[in-house]
């Protein structure tokens, strides 16, 4: 969920809280007569509370549909069919495996892996930090090819690229 939706879903998360309070408080004995027939009639006589009702309904309906689109979009896992069933290997999985084909490197210092799935194809980005004095596309390429052939051996799936990030 980008930042947006973010910022909208909370002050919606907020007027809602604000209101429902407001809605309780009328059912309770807390407010004085004189308070509460004011209260009353700005929310059921106001258009401005219609207003904000009809603003409340129409980012509700946006929110549904926002996490219905996102529900079957995202997944984190690659499915292997085999004669036997389906074999899914999570994303976790592959950024393990990328990461120990690379660990007995001694240039490099730190290193992280994500997976990118683009219909199908297999990315995996590698962000290393390499020591002093590294002949950068060397290693770049031992990284490369170390990676590619981990992943693919350990998982049989097809990697399109491996691109390393110094």
């Known amino acids: 969920m980008n930042v947006f939706n973010r910022s909208v879903l909370l002050i919606f998360a907020l007027l809602v809280a604000v209101f429902s309070l407001a809605l309780l408080l009328l059912a309770l004995p807390f407010i004085p007569m004189q308070y509460e027939e004011a209260l009353r009639k700005f929310i059921f006589d106001s258009d401005v509370t219609t207003l ?3 603003i409340m309904l129409l980012l509700s309906v946006k929110f549904i549909f926002n996490a219905m689109e996102s529900s079957g979009k995202y997944d984190y896992h690659i499915t292997n069919r085999t004669e036997l069933g389906e074999i899914k290997i999570s994303f976790d ?8 084909s690379i660990k007995n490197i001694n240039s490099i210092k730190e290193a992280k892996a994500q997976v990118k799935d683009n219909k199908g194809d297999i990315s995996i980005i590698v962000n290393v930090v390499f020591a002093t004095g590294t002949i950068i596309p060397v290693l770049s390429k031992q990284i490369q090819n170390s990676v590619k052939e981990a992943v693919e051996s350990a998982t049989e799936v097809t990697i399109k690229e491996v691109v390393v990030i110094v």
């Not at 999985?93 to 990328?98: F, G, P, Q, R, V």
């Open 52 to 54: 904000f009702a009809i």
């Open 93 to 100: 999985t592959i950024k393990s495996i990328a990461l120990s």
